[in-house]
């Protein structure tokens, strides 16, 4: 892989041009977010609904690729925190009447314990031996959520059902509309977080450690506490993101959460595009839209329509839509004569 | 002790079809340093076709070559349709590349043959051999049938100029090029090879599991940590992997918690396993060059 990581492309573009970019950027991004506050009240409550199905994925997408993508470690588990999220807000919701929103924070330090413990032996395997033990925690999760002796907790087979949250102050719009923005919220200040954590001296830090181990370590990078946190952070993204959908879908249940939501991740991961934050969003709007779009175009064989989708991606965008993106904006000639 | 020396047996029986899974594995993995997870999903369409055949009219043995015949040409043109031109691509686009191959070929054989479960027809008498009462007669075919595809394979690699040539290919692509051997053909065999052997594994398996698009999942997951407890470097550590998975998910399953979690206590254990010994239990450890 020879992509240059964002942070670094950050610190080389510093600089008189950087900084007028920066403005052009911010203003794009100012845009951008004004199109997402606006986008609910223009679509249907299923399809907002399904827009914030789409970026609790972005969350947790971030969080995989603060772990693959930046760090190289391959996670196919990442399902697992995304269950222990939204069960731990369905758990806090009804059975000890918390509100919704309260019960976010919780899911995201469960989390982050939860990976950091499990980055600790995971720190041991590398490569292939990773993404098995990652997958053994994603093929071992709906079975422990179904565990009898956990039943008055989980709810066994059936699951927990929550109710939908109404907007506070008496906003007028619809529930489907507020939990949208309110997602849309939570995911912008993760989207802020992330990029702050990985443009400073720890992100280029968790980078080193994935470009070169000997040499981060030559460098007084502690590799294994390191290694652990990003887990830990990883998962705390993720899980934030599993409590977003299960207040979003109202109901969670073990098998919700197999092995295939972790291959999701994954596959939304590296189309999206490894190490790049926007990346992240791109994957999301896939793994939510692309099996719908799939399903109208064959409703015989979706997933074989999904699959030619998912190997024609990989074609034409090896390093995923950010990478696509990142090289068709170097190719714009009013980007040359700016950089002169 | 009766009960527990079923087990063990029936254990083996299924341990040999995770061997050949695992073998598959390794197969690709030395050739290409992927993970194939298409493989397992390879093996079921192959047993789809097998199954077709038969029903066709065809006699199980013949039907049984056919199939190996098309799924050797049919691995041959995967590799060269689909993997050949991700050469260069990053691994996890390759890894991308496979998961959607996997749900292109479920999807496929869910399409043509429907969901509904199939019954598939053993070769073996289904009188138990001598009357005994540890082990049925497709259990020890299936035994036998694995231990005769490894060892023609393990004659194929050690004593024919070709096998050497793909052992070369494998081991070091560029000097292999340079004394005449045609790297691209011998990764294409590799894949024709182990889409075979993926279908003598999912026929021996149909008749335990029935035939349905999924049957295959659970045994590649199996056949994955098969490989990678052995090592998945070394193709015999791999088939002894695949017995010692097969006996120890059947152990555990029948005398320590019951078949719900099963799955997730084998694989735990072999995750521990490898917390101990990261490379495997027969694997190469590597030393990287600073």
């Known amino acids: 892989m020879s992509a240059t990581s964002e942070p670094g492309r950050a610190i080389a573009a510093a600089g008189e041009a950087g900084a007028a970019r920066r403005a052009w950027r911010g203003a794009g991004l100012a845009l951008l977010l004004l199109a997402a506050v606006l986008l609910p009240f223009l679509v249907s409550s299923y399809h907002a609904f399904q827009l914030t199905l789409a970026l609790a994925y972005a969350i947790a997408l971030l969080g995989l690729n603060m772990l693959t993508g930046y760090n190289g470690q391959i996670s196919l588990g990442h399902g697992a925190f995304y269950a222990i999220g939204a069960y731990i807000a369905a758990i806090l919701m009804t059975q000890f009447d918390w509100p919704y929103w309260a019960t976010i924070p919780v899911a995201g330090l469960v989390c982050l314990v939860a990976g950091f413990l499990f980055g600790l032996p995971a720190l041991r395997l590398e490569g292939l031996y990773l993404a098995l033990a990652t997958f053994a925690l994603a093929v071992a999760?709906?079975?422990?959520?179904?565990?009898?002796?956990?039943?008055d907790w989980t709810g066994g087979v059936q699951g927990i059902v929550i109710t939908k949250p109404d907007p506070p102050f008496g906003l007028p719009i619809s529930q489907d509309q507020w939990l949208y923005l309110f997602t849309l919220a939570v995911a912008v200040l993760m989207f802020v977080l992330a990029h702050n954590l990985l443009r400073g001296r720890i992100g280029r830090a968790i980078v080193a450690i994935r470009d070169h181990p000997v040499a981060a370590e030559t460098m007084g990078i502690d590799?294994?506490?390191?290694?652990?946190?990003?887990?830990?952070?990883?998962?705390?993204?993720?899980?934030?993101?599993?409590?977003?959908?299960?207040?979003?879908?109202?109901?969670?249940?073990?098998?919700?959460?197999?092995?295939?939501?972790?291959?999701?991740?994954?596959v939304g991961v590296v189309v999206g595009g490894l190490a790049s934050?926007?990346?992240?969003?791109?994957?999301?709007?896939?793994?939510?839209?692309?099996?719908?779009?799939?399903?109208?175009?064959?409703?015989?064989?979706?997933?074989?329509?999904?699959?030619?989708?998912?190997?024609?991606?990989?074609?034409?965008?090896?390093?995923?839509?950010?990478?696509?993106?990142?090289?068709?904006?170097?190719?714009?000639?009013?980007?040359?004569?700016?950089?002169? | 002790m009766n009960a527990l020396l079923h087990q063990?047996?029936?254990?083996?029986?299924?341990?040999?079809?995770?061997?050949?899974?695992?073998?598959?594995?390794?197969m690709i993995h030395q050739a290409t340093h992927l993970v194939n997870f298409a493989q397992g999903e390879m093996a079921m369409f192959s047993t789809y076709i097998a199954w077709a055949l038969i029903e066709g009219g065809m006699p199980y043995w013949d039907a049984f070559a056919l199939t190996i015949l098309i799924s050797f040409l049919g691995g041959i043109v995967i590799e060269r349709v689909v993997i050949r031109p991700m050469a260069n691509a990053p691994v996890l686009a390759s890894v991308i590349v496979f998961?959607?191959?996997?749900?292109?070929?479920?999807?496929?054989?869910?399409?043509?043959?429907?969901?509904?479960?199939?019954?598939?027809?053993?070769?073996?008498?289904?009188?138990?051999?001598?009357n005994n009462s540890y082990i049925s007669t497709h259990e020890l075919g299936a035994i036998g049938v694995t231990l005769v595809v490894l060892a023609l394979l393990f004659i194929f690699f050690r004593f024919t100029l070709l096998g050497l040539a793909m052992r070369a290919a494998a081991e070091n692509p560029v000097s292999s090029r340079l004394v005449g051997i045609r790297v691209g053909w011998m990764l294409a065999l590799g894949w024709g090879l182990a889409a075979a052997i993926g279908a003598v594994a999912?026929?021996?398996?149909?008749?335990?599991?029935?035939?349905?698009?999924?049957?295959?999942?659970?045994?590649?997951?199996?056949?994955?940590?098969?490989?990678?407890?052995?090592?998945?470097?070394?193709?015999?550590?791999?088939?002894?992997?695949?017995?010692?998975?097969?006996?120890?998910?059947?152990?555990?399953?029948?005398?320590?918690?019951?078949?719900e979690l099963k799955l997730t206590v084998a694989l735990v254990v072999i995750v521990g396993v490898l917390t101990l010994k990261p490379s495997g239990l027969f694997g190469r450890v590597l030393v990287s060059r600073v």
């Open chain 2, 202 to 259: 999912g026929m021996m398996v149909a008749p335990i599991v029935f035939l349905d698009p999924n049957m295959m999942s659970g045994i590649l997951l199996y056949g994955f940590a098969a490989a990678l407890l052995g090592g998945i470097d070394n193709p015999a550590g791999a088939v002894l992997g695949g017995f010692i998975v097969g006996v120890l998910e059947n152990v555990v399953g029948a005398y320590l918690i019951g078949t």
């Open chain 1, 141 to 151: 999760t709906p079975q422990l959520l179904k565990y009898k002796h956990l039943e």
């Open chain 1, 277 to 340: 934050i926007s990346g992240a969003v791109y994957g999301a709007l896939f793994i939510q839209f692309v099996p719908n779009i799939a399903d109208d175009i064959s409703k015989a064989a979706p997933w074989a329509i999904y699959g030619v989708f998912l190997i024609a991606c990989m074609y034409l965008m090896p390093r995923g839509v950010a990478g696509f993106v990142q090289s068709a904006a170097a190719r714009l000639p009013w980007r040359e004569t700016k950089k002169g």
């Open chain 1, 223 to 266: 590799n294994a506490i390191y290694k652990s946190l990003t887990f830990g952070v990883s998962a705390l993204y993720t899980g934030v993101a599993g409590a977003l959908g299960a207040i979003a879908v109202q109901f969670v249940a073990p098998d919700s959460f197999n092995v295939f939501l972790s291959i999701s991740f994954l």
């Open chain 2, 99 to 130: 998961i959607g191959l996997l749900v292109i070929l479920n999807s496929v054989a869910g399409w043509i043959f429907t969901y509904t479960v199939k019954s598939f027809p053993s070769p073996f008498p289904a009188e138990p051999l001598w």
């Open chain 2, 8 to 26: 063990i047996l029936s254990g083996l029986a299924t341990g040999g079809i995770y061997a050949s899974v695992a073998l598959a594995l390794v």
